[in-house]
């Protein structure tokens, strides 16, 4: 009898010490977060586009420096890596992503962004941290100042890594190209978080397995013969072309696709003729194509052209152009780290504040990281507060999404939780024992 009481005291205590410790970490972070929303609207009004990240790459050196981890910029063009030292044990990278977007900001907020720039085609744009990457990095830095000022709850090695240009899919395989695991310690697993537009503060997501989609730009130029709009028949009409394949294309999805298999293939735009009375020689279309699946991606390349081809000769055209670009790998988070990771999550923010979530059709370059062999693992991070999405269900609004100029994250409470989850995430990973 004594000894099943001995078993269960000690049981409780281990309880009651990790939830000290767990609820220390929210306690921390209530503490540093007028410093910490200080960070964060400083970066929210100075964005910066993709691959320009100078100032924001600059100010999360300067941050992770101060904690005294070892700094390396530069990586990856505008990359930033952050190495915290903690005697034997595995090493566990903490991803942040540094860019904004081509927005102009619409909200009220005090520090809302005023910034304009021009665009790599020379347009005039302005610059917005419309998709929380704002967020993202002072999530980074407060986890990163909890875990070098509390050595004494974890060992092993923490990976800080500031990444540029993941907006335009290309920041990830900049920095691995650039040595991430061959100059730095190669990580057994890495973590990252992302805002998600509607879900309540307090709140965080997860999903094992596919999150986020394959993303590919299509380019495609149907070819024609240009002449009078009077005389169609004299001509081979690139826009009639282009036409019959835009209905076409849905047919990949709808016809030659298994239902049971996310696709999505969107023409979202284009671009034919000059003038009323012109048939001009070409017509361009720009398409999005999302899958999940490396078999069903290849399959829908494969119809594209197939499908183009056809169009044109169908209308006894020149072959079109085709040409991919901007590929993102789909985003599958390692099962076996979740199954880790979601217990710690439900154990500092309590059960009903953690929940499964469905896949996305949007795309993240974070995968890039898990098809280079490390274990990844995303999740979703409440960022509107539930008045905020009360109120906008009432009036029969849904919240603005990410990228949308209206979009603000309620940044004390997302933060917190932001702060709160990541940080025990890497203490359970990195356990003294």
């Given at each position: 009898?004594?000894?099943v009481?001995?078993?269960?005291a000690?049981v409780?205590?281990?309880?009651?010490?990790?939830?000290?410790?767990?609820?220390r970490?929210?306690?921390?972070?209530?503490q540093?977060?007028?410093?910490?929303l200080?960070?964060?609207s400083?970066?929210?009004?100075n964005?910066?586009?993709?691959?320009?990240?100078?100032?924001?790459a600059?100010r999360l050196?300067?941050?992770?420096?101060?904690?005294g981890?070892?700094?390396?910029?530069?990586?990856?063009?505008?990359?930033?890596?952050?190495?915290?030292?903690?005697?034997?044990?595995?090493?566990?990278m903490?991803?942040?992503?540094?860019?904004?977007?081509?927005?102009?900001e619409a909200?009220?907020?005090?520090?809302?962004?005023?910034?304009?720039?021009?665009?790599?085609?020379?347009?005039?744009?302005?610059v917005?941290?419309?998709?929380g990457h704002?967020?993202h990095?002072?999530?980074?830095?407060?986890?990163?100042r909890?875990?070098?000022?509390?050595k004494?709850?974890?060992?092993g090695?923490?990976?800080?890594?500031?990444?540029?240009?993941?907006?335009?899919?290309g920041?990830?395989e900049?920095?691995?190209?650039?040595g991430?695991?061959?100059r730095?310690?190669?990580?057994?697993?890495?973590?990252?978080l992302?805002?998600?537009?509607?879900?309540?503060t307090?709140k965080?997501g997860?999903?094992?397995?596919?999150?986020l989609?394959?993303?590919?730009?299509v380019?495609?130029?149907?070819?024609?013969?240009?002449?009078h709009?009077?005389f169609?028949?004299?001509?081979?009409?690139?826009i009639v072309?282009?036409a019959?394949?835009?209905v076409?294309l849905?047919?990949?999805?709808?016809?030659?696709n298994?239902?049971?298999?996310?696709?999505?293939?969107t023409v979202?735009?284009?671009h034919?003729?000059?003038k009323?009375?012109?048939?001009?020689?070409?017509?361009?279309?720009?398409?999005?194509?999302?899958s999940?699946?490396?078999?069903?991606?290849?399959?829908?390349?494969e119809?594209?052209?197939?499908?183009?081809k056809?169009?044109a000769?169908?209308a006894?055209?020149?072959?079109p152009?085709?040409?991919?670009?901007?590929?993102?790998?789909a985003?599958?988070?390692?099962?076996d780290?979740?199954?880790?990771?979601?217990?710690?999550?439900r154990?500092?923010?309590?059960?009903?504040?953690?929940?499964?979530?469905?896949?996305?059709?949007g795309?993240?370059?974070?995968?890039q990281?898990?098809?280079?062999?490390?274990?990844?693992?995303?999740?979703?991070?409440?960022?509107?507060?539930a008045n905020?999405?009360?109120e906008?269900?009432?009036?029969?609004?849904t919240?603005?999404?990410?990228?949308?100029?209206?979009?603000?994250p309620d940044?004390?409470?997302?933060?917190?939780?932001?702060v709160?989850?990541?940080t025990a995430?890497?203490?359970?990973?990195?356990k003294k024992?």
């Amino acid at each position: 009898m004594h000894r099943v009481l001995l078993f269960v005291a000690v049981v409780f205590f281990s309880m009651s010490s990790a939830f000290g410790a767990d609820n220390r970490i929210t306690d921390w972070s209530k503490q540093q977060m007028e410093e910490l929303l200080g960070i964060y609207s400083d970066f929210h009004s100075n964005p910066e586009l993709s691959f320009r990240e100078e100032w924001t790459a600059a100010r999360l050196a300067e941050q992770l420096k101060k904690i005294g981890a070892e700094v390396t910029t530069g990586v990856g063009r505008q990359g930033v890596v952050g190495v915290i030292k903690n005697g034997e044990g595995p090493v566990i990278m903490i991803r942040t992503d540094l860019d904004a977007l081509p927005v102009i900001e619409a909200t009220d907020l005090s520090y809302a962004s005023k910034v304009k720039t021009k665009d790599p085609k020379g347009n005039d744009v302005g610059v917005m941290h419309a998709c929380g990457h704002d967020i993202h990095i002072t999530c980074q830095i407060g986890t990163a100042r909890y875990l070098a000022s509390h050595k004494d709850e974890w060992r092993g090695t923490v990976l800080l890594v500031g990444q540029p240009a993941e907006e335009v899919g290309g920041g990830a395989e900049a920095m691995l190209k650039a040595g991430l695991f061959t100059r730095f310690p190669k990580p057994a697993y890495a973590l990252a978080l992302h805002v998600d537009a509607a879900l309540a503060t307090g709140k965080v997501g997860f999903k094992a397995g596919y999150i986020l989609a394959n993303v590919d730009s299509v380019d495609i130029v149907m070819k024609g013969k240009g002449g009078h709009g009077a005389f169609p028949h004299t001509t081979i009409d690139p826009i009639v072309q282009a036409a019959h394949l835009v209905v076409d294309l849905q047919t990949l999805v709808s016809r030659e696709n298994s239902p049971f298999e996310p696709a999505v293939v969107t023409v979202g735009s284009i671009h034919g003729g000059t003038k009323h009375n012109i048939i001009g020689d070409n017509c361009r279309l720009q398409l999005t194509v999302r899958s999940y699946s490396p078999e069903v991606r290849e399959k829908l390349i494969e119809g594209i052209k197939r499908k183009a081809k056809a169009a044109a000769a169908s209308a006894g055209a020149a072959e079109p152009t085709i040409e991919l670009s901007d590929w993102t790998p789909a985003t599958k988070n390692d099962a076996d780290l979740v199954e880790r990771v979601v217990p710690t999550f439900r154990r500092v923010l309590g059960e009903d504040n953690v929940i499964p979530v469905e896949p996305s059709m949007g795309g993240e370059d974070f995968s890039q990281y898990g098809l280079a062999g490390v274990p990844i693992f995303m999740f979703r991070l409440g960022s509107v507060n539930a008045n905020r999405l009360q109120e906008m269900k009432k009036e029969g609004k849904t919240p603005p999404s990410l990228h949308s100029p209206f979009y603000y994250p309620d940044a004390r409470e997302t933060i917190t939780t932001g702060v709160t989850a990541m940080t025990a995430a890497v203490i359970d990973l990195l356990k003294k024992n």
